[in-house]
Nanobody, 120 residues
Framework: QEQLVESGGGLVHAGGSLRLSCTASGFTLSDYAMSWYRQRPGKERELVAEIITDGGATNYADSMKDRFTMSKDNAKNTVYLQMNSLKSEDTAVYYC?????????????WGQGTQVTVSS
């Protein structure tokens, strides 16, 4: 039973910071491409950041590149999203995704999401 659990969301004022966590159970996170997505109210889900290969570079959406930092701790089987200088537009449900291929087929595991609300 592979599972991803996000945590760390909450209510913050504009300009504040939060660190989100995504912990894997039932599988080894380092074997997967890891991504953070978010879904803002009334909008489609969008990519925030990703680490495609273990030890590889982190890629960010342009609008969040200078404020958000994704990192990974393989020993804890956890990925993080450090969010600084938060804006009201960052209010969203944030999800983590683990992706791999298995016998030539793509396998995706999604977390349940954590709510981030930024007040003006």
């Amino acid at each position: 039973q592979e599972q991803l659990v996000e945590s760390g969301g909450g209510l913050v004022h504009a300009g504040g910071s939060l660190r989100l966590s995504c912990t894997a159970s039932g599988f080894t996170l380092s074997d997967y491409a890891m991504s953070w997505y978010r879904q803002r109210p009334g909008k489609e889900r969008e990519l925030v950041a990703e680490i495609i290969t273990d030890g590889g570079a982190t890629n960010y959406a342009d609008s969040m590149k200078d404020r958000f930092t994704m990192s990974k701790d393989n020993a804890k089987n956890t990925v993080y999203l450090q969010m600084n200088s938060l804006k009201s537009e960052d209010t969203a449900v944030y999800y983590c995704l683990a992706s791999t291929r298995r016998l030539g087929f793509r396998v995706n595991y999604w977390g349940q999401g954590t709510q981030v609300t930024v007040s003006s």
